[in-house]
T-cell receptor, first 116, second 115 residues
């Protein structure tokens, strides 16, 4: 199966600063990656679809200027939480589906963001 | 609407017993894919089982099997011989077609296996 690396696993930042989370596909080229957000004891909510070489597609209600997504290569997508506030504190998870093969999506290990 | 519904927020089962988790979904497509994922306390998402809608036979993976009722848009997960390590959040998910093939999750069921 696919291997996905997500970094960092946890981060604490001050209000007003920006935080970048990286998602890497280690063993195949991913034209599409997905970013999810998960609050405690809740489900994974899809935030956006990251498309290599083009703009991300955001789900309804997700602020694209707040959550900047860059997918500059076939193996790396980044999510930047800009001007973070305490309400942005959450668990962020990336996912990839191997192109042309439906075996199940592979997920990164997640990033726990705490904004203080 | 893109919804996947899990009506059981929490379930409990005795070790070695069998438990069934429910899931319903909406769709206007004829062919699609359904998944069950497990999220243990580590929060790493683990694929449990998947089902392709055009296949009538229910998928099975060792102790895990599904009851796929396409007309009813129902996709339940049966765990046989429950083990303590099965304690986790379980999410039902549906892969939506179109340009992005995004995966949408249900609300989740917290399963506790009791010794």
């Amino acid at each position: 199966g696919a291997v996905v690396s997500q970094h960092p696993s946890w981060v604490i930042c001050k209000s007003g600063t920006s935080v970048k989370i990286e998602c890497r596909s280690l063993d195949f080229q991913a034209t599409t990656m997905f970013w999810y957000r998960q609050f405690p004891k809740q489900s994974l909510m899809l935030m956006a679809t990251s498309n290599e070489g083009s703009k991300a597609t955001y789900e309804q209600g997700v602020e694209k200027d707040k959550f900047l997504i860059n997918h500059a290569s076939l193996t790396l997508s980044t999510l930047t939480v800009t001007s973070a506030h305490p309400e942005d504190s959450s668990f962020y998870i990336c996912s990839v589906e191997k192109t042309g093969e439906v075996y199940g999506y592979t997920f990164g290990s997640g990033t726990r963001l705490t904004v203080v | 609407a893109q919804t996947v519904t899990q009506s059981q927020p929490e379930m409990s089962v005795q070790e070695a017993e069998t438990v069934t988790l429910s899931c319903t979904y909406d769709t206007s497509e004829n062919n699609y894919y359904l998944f069950w994922y497990k999220q243990p306390p580590s929060r790493q998402m683990i694929l449990v089982i998947r089902q392709e809608a055009y296949k009538q036979q229910n998928a099975t993976e060792n102790r895990f099997s599904v009851n796929f009722q396409k007309a009813a848009k129902s996709f339940s997960l049966k765990i046989s011989d429950s083990q303590l390590g099965d304690t986790a959040m379980y999410f039902c998910a549906r892969r939506y077609g179109g340009a992005t093939n995004k995966l949408i999750f249900g609300t989740g069921t917290l399963l506790a296996v009791q010794p």
